[in-house]
């Protein structure tokens, strides 16, 4: 029966054949460990020599890493190995010999491994984190699908700018001036003024000069956005959706997790709802901990947020931001003008920014003089204010960056070990 090392468990004593590589070996005069992977996991197979025949055992003990090919044995229950399950090997046809592989199983430098990001992909550490990725985004459809919100896909190309003017791609569109998406924020608007509850699912561009752990120049967003829900509503459901993302990890990742060493007890304690600071006291407290470089007004840096969310084992929103250090499209607080409808959420754990979010201006005239403050005059936003035309209605909306969470839940340090691709500031390769 051909199988694959994800499905061996319906297979126990029973005779399979599985495609796999070589991922490592270890071998004496009389048995061989062959550490297989077939991209939906990884099995040890045991090939002993008094069992197989003599060519078999011979053609085992050479097989070089990454060498490609059909394994046919018996699965046990192996109830030492973190999986549960081995490979008793009776053969083995080669398919295809890797000579030479430059990964090794010894240490390499970052530079080497993202030089060969397309063959470091195949390592088990790196599967597991594609895997935890893979479980947040599925996560992320079943959340917003069994709450009433409808994927809509926001453009790439476009004219507008709704995170401010200085870190966009430039391109042609023909004879005009484009840019490649941001966010898909003033899209999602529109979307949910005809569907009520939307979210999106993409990528988005920054040209950040930053070289940091947590940037990106290009990285995924989930861009939720809901007609008539208003600040309070819309932490909410941020609060839910990312205790929901944890918890499907933990469910169904706990292999993964394992892989990576995280600890799994910090994990279990994100349920909703979240801890919040208003950034009046954000400052207060990080002048009280003697931080002595930020003011009122300013905006916090990686250190003040880590400052910050070192108070909380749950991930914390940072709400109430001055207006002026903010996007032009965020609702004022009733009482005060100084200040904005927003919230940030910091991850615990010194990860980060995880989510932006905002209640919107729903008045036309405030959001007409705010493009002007912000010099967001031209005839791309002339669509955006209609919506403030016809029956506008208070709307909120969320952008989860994918890569600072996928780093938080997986407990990986660097965003770059999130994406398949990473766009790095000066790496385009491979
Ligand atoms: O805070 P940001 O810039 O918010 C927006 O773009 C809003 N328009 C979203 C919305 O309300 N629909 O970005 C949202 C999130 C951040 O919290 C962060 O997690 C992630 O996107 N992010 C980045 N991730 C990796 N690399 C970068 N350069 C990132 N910039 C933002
Ligand atoms: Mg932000």
Redesign the pocket.
Known sequence: MKTTISEVHKYVDQEVTIGAWLANKRSSGKIAFLQLRDGTGFIQGVVVKAEVDEDVFTKAKSITQETSMFVTGTIRKDERSAFGYELAVANVEIIHESVDYPITPKEHGTEFLMDHRHLWLRSKRQHAVMKIRNEIIRATYEFFNSNGFTKVDPPILTGSA??GTT?LFATKYFDEDAYLS?????Y?EAAAMALGKVF?FGP?F?A?K?KTR??????W?I???MAFYQFEDNLKVQEEYVSFIVQAVLDNCSLELQTLGRDTTKLEKIVAPFPRISYDDAIKFLHDKGFTDIQWGDDFGAPHETAIAENYEMPVFITHYPTKIK?F?MQPAADRDDVVLCA??IAPEGY???????ERIHDNQLLQKRLEEHGLTSDAYKWYNELRQYGSVPHS?????????VAWISGVDH?RETIPFPRLLNRLYP
Do not use: A, K, N
């Open positions: 709704p995170e870190e941001q966010s898909g924020q003033l999602m999106s988005t920054r950040e930053s947590r940037h990106l120049i290009e990285f967003m861009e939720p956005e996007p499209y940030d959420l980060g920014e995880i989510i932006g979010g905002s909306g969320f952008g989860l960056g994918l890569e600072r969470t965003v």
